[in-house]
């Protein structure tokens, strides 16, 4: 049987020869070759632009800006809280509605032991929520 890598790697050093062989002799013409002769670059000069001189007037003396004085942001209104159970009617009032757990409407206790509508009582001609009553 015979050994291929002796003969692979004398045919590779021999295309890699004569490759660069070939391209040395495509660049000698190139690199022989004379050197361009120079040639003249004639630039204009630039057309000079007549400078104009203007007086600047004298800065005028101006007032001193007016100031104004610093006002303070009004405060926020207090929080009032909400109480922490159910809305009820406060005392001296009964609940005429309510939504389960909070009253909705009161009357005050007199409204109740009297017929109405009576002219001597007017309170008693509408229910207002309990807000109302504090």
Do not use: F
């Not at 004639?42 to 007016?66: D, K, Q």
């Not at 009004?74 to 809280?81: G, N, Q, T």
Request: hydrophobic share 35%.
């Amino acid at each position: 049987m015979k050994n291929w890598t002796r003969e692979i790697i004398a045919g590779s050093a021999l295309v890699a020869l004569l490759g660069g062989g070939g391209l040395w002799a495509a660049n000698a013409g190139i690199l022989n070759s004379p050197a361009p002769t120079p040639t003249a670059v004639v630039e204009e000069a630039p057309t000079p632009t007549p400078t104009v001189v203007t007086s600047t007037p004298s800065p005028t003396p101006t007032a001193e800006p007016v100031v104004a004085p610093i006002v303070e942001a009004p405060a926020p209104p207090p929080v009032v809280e909400e109480p922490s159970g159910p809305v009820l009617c406060p005392p001296g009032t009964q609940s005429n509605g309510n939504d389960g757990v909070n009253d909705t409407s009161c009357l005050p206790d007199v409204c109740w032991t009297i017929p109405v509508p009576d002219p001597a009582h007017p309170e008693c001609d509408y229910a207002y929520p309990p807000e109302y009553y504090y």
